[in-house]
């Protein structure tokens, strides 16, 4: 009889082995999982903000730094757009950057009698930058923001 329970002990023991080696297997590969998940999601650049005024072909893409290069998020880019027969319609846009500073703009006018303005803001500190779309349909700006 003893002999008998030292067996099913044994059986015992070899079940909560093989419990153990599954719970094991399974922790790896949640932890492999998990470590992938978090590897990719940082892997990911954020979004890039975009508004469209939908009255032309042309675009300008910002990206908005502070005195030190580093990207700013949320500053305020605004523009009023004029168009039109003697530019009598307008349109108001604005959009604000994301985490590596950075939004476009789409649907501008391809012809303009004045270039266009764009205001960005970021607290206390503006900047104007203009672009004129008919030399520069696809403008790029690169937009420091700092004490001067």
């Given at each position: 009889?003893?002999?008998?329970?030292?067996?099913?002990?044994?059986?015992?023991?070899?079940?909560?082995?093989?419990?153990?080696?599954?719970?094991?297997?399974?922790?790896?590969?949640?932890?492999?999982?998990?470590?992938?998940?978090?590897?990719?999601?940082?892997?990911?650049?954020?979004?890039v903000?975009?508004?469209?005024?939908?009255?032309?072909?042309?675009?300008?893409?910002?990206?908005?730094?502070?005195?030190?290069?580093?990207?700013?998020?949320d500053?305020?880019?605004?523009?009023?757009?004029?168009?039109?027969?003697?530019?009598?319609?307008?349109?108001?846009?604005?959009?604000?950057?994301?985490?590596?500073?950075?939004?476009?703009?789409?649907?501008?006018?391809?012809?303009a009698?004045?270039?266009?303005?764009?205001?960005?803001?970021?607290?206390?500190?503006?900047?104007?930058?203009?672009?004129d779309?008919?030399?520069?349909?696809?403008?790029n700006f690169?937009?420091?923001l700092?004490?001067?």
């Amino acid at each position: 009889m003893h002999a008998n329970r030292e067996l099913n002990s044994n059986r015992f023991s070899l079940v909560v082995l093989r419990s153990s080696s599954l719970a094991g297997a399974v922790s790896i590969c949640v932890l492999g999982l998990s470590s992938l998940a978090i590897f990719t999601l940082r892997a990911q650049t954020p979004d890039v903000p975009v508004v469209k005024a939908d009255v032309g072909p042309c675009s300008a893409d910002f990206t908005v730094t502070n005195g030190e290069n580093k990207p700013i998020f949320d500053a305020k880019i605004q523009a009023r757009l004029r168009y039109g027969f003697m530019s009598k319609r307008k349109t108001d846009v604005e959009v604000g950057t994301n985490s590596d500073g950075k939004a476009r703009v789409e649907g501008l006018p391809d012809k303009a009698k004045k270039p266009l303005e764009f205001r960005v803001r970021h607290g206390a500190f503006l900047k104007v930058v203009t672009q004129d779309p008919g030399t520069d349909c696809h403008a790029n700006f690169p937009v420091v923001l700092a004490a001067q």
